[in-house]
């Protein structure tokens, strides 16, 4: 019995410590985990894309068109709520993809993966766009 309690504890404390593994220890989501679970279903970090540009050019966009990270996140917050085709930072995205859905996340979370998503910019990747042969275009 004593041996069962302390099973349970065990799997009581585990269970408790990934339930949180989303926020940090400031309770501040951690953007790369709600990346993982709420976008990498579409979208990879670095080319070549899935169903949706990747990561990395689209990060050096934002960059092009921002020179803020407070903008260019708030604009991405925006975006992910209501995304339009109009304001879109990629229109050969959209014409390639489609338009993304809104995103139904908390505010929190919007902002944790816009935040981490800035931060993945990369000049060495450039924007994107697909100008280059890359490898989809030998």
């Not at 949706?52 to 020179?67: D, E, K």
């Not at 260019?72 to 917050?77: C, K, N, R």
């Not at 996340?105 to 935040?115: K, Q, S, Y």
């Not at 998503?117 to 280059?132: I, L, V």
């Amino acid at each position: 019995m004593k041996r069962r309690n302390s099973l349970l504890f065990l799997s009581g404390v585990t269970a408790c410590f990934f339930s949180m593994a989303t926020v940090s220890f400031a309770g501040v989501p951690d953007g790369a985990i709600v990346f993982e679970r709420n976008c990498s279903v579409c979208h990879s970090v670095n080319p070549p894309p899935k169903s949706a540009p990747p990561i990395i050019p689209l990060a050096n966009r934002y960059h092009q068109r921002f020179q803020m990270k407070e903008q260019g996140v708030a604009f991405m917050i925006a975006y992910l709520k209501k995304p339009d085709k109009q304001k879109s930072i990629d229109q050969q995205a959209v014409a390639r993809f489609g338009l993304m859905p809104a995103i139904q996340l908390p505010d929190t979370e919007l902002r944790a993966v816009a935040e981490w998503f800035w931060n993945q910019s990369n000049p060495a990747y450039g924007a994107g766009g697909g100008r280059g042969p890359g490898r989809m275009n030998p």
